[in-house]
C-alpha cells in the first residue's frame, strides 16, 4: 500500500530565492510552523533531525536520512523493517514558473504494511503541516 501526502503552492518570488530559504535550516524556527527545527549538513545519506509538531504543541523527535539534496530538490526518509514495514520519502521540489515566480511541492511517500496505521493516526496532521508550511514558505518568500 503506497500513500502520499501532498502539498503545493506558487510563491511571487524566483526560484533562488526560495531556494535560499528552504535551505538555510538554522532560520526555520523564524517561518516553519511545522517543522520549526531542522538539523542536517544536508550532505547526501546523512542524518536529518526532525522536530516536529504533529498533533500538540510539543514537538516530536525524529531522524531521517538526507536522500536528495541538489539545486531545487531536497529530501530526507526513513526505512523499517528493509522497507517492508515502513519507508517513507519526504521531498521538497522548487520549479521556476517565471523568472519571478516559483512553484512549490512537497510531498511525503509512505509504503509497507504499517502505512494504513501511520495514516490513520498522523496523516490529517502531516496534511496540515505540510499545508502550513507551504504557506509559510510562500509568506516569508514573498516578504
Not at 20 to 28: A, N, S
Not at 86 to 110: G, N, P
Request: negative net charge; proline residues 4%.
Amino acid at each position: 500500500m503506497t500513500d502520499v501526502v501532498r502539498a503545493e503552492i506558487e510563491i511571487d518570488c524566483g526560484i533562488e530565492g526560495v531556494w535560499e530559504i528552504l535551505r538555510d535550516l538554522e532560520r526555520y524556527p523564524e517561518w516553519n510552523p511545522f517543522t520549526p527545527r531542522v538539523e542536517s549538513s544536508l550532505q547526501m545519506g546523512d542524518p536529518v533531525h526532525l522536530y516536529v509538531r504533529l498533533q500538540s504543541a510539543k514537538l516530536s523527535h525524529r531522524v531521517e536520512y538526507v536522500t536528495a539534496a541538489e539545486p531545487y530538490r531536497l529530501c530526507w526518509g526513513m526505512k523499517m523493517g528493509a522497507n517492508v514495514l515502513l519507508k517513507a520519502e519526504r521531498c521538497q521540489i522548487l520549479t521556476a514558473i517565471d523568472e519571478h515566480r516559483t512553484r512549490y511541492v512537497s510531498e511525503d511517500h509512505f509504503s509497507g504494511l504499517l502505512t494504513p496505521f501511520v495514516m490513520g493516526l498522523f496523516g490529517g496532521s502531516m496534511q496540515r503541516g505540510f499545508a502550513d508550511c507551504a504557506s509559510a514558505l510562500k509568506k516569508r518568500a514573498e516578504a
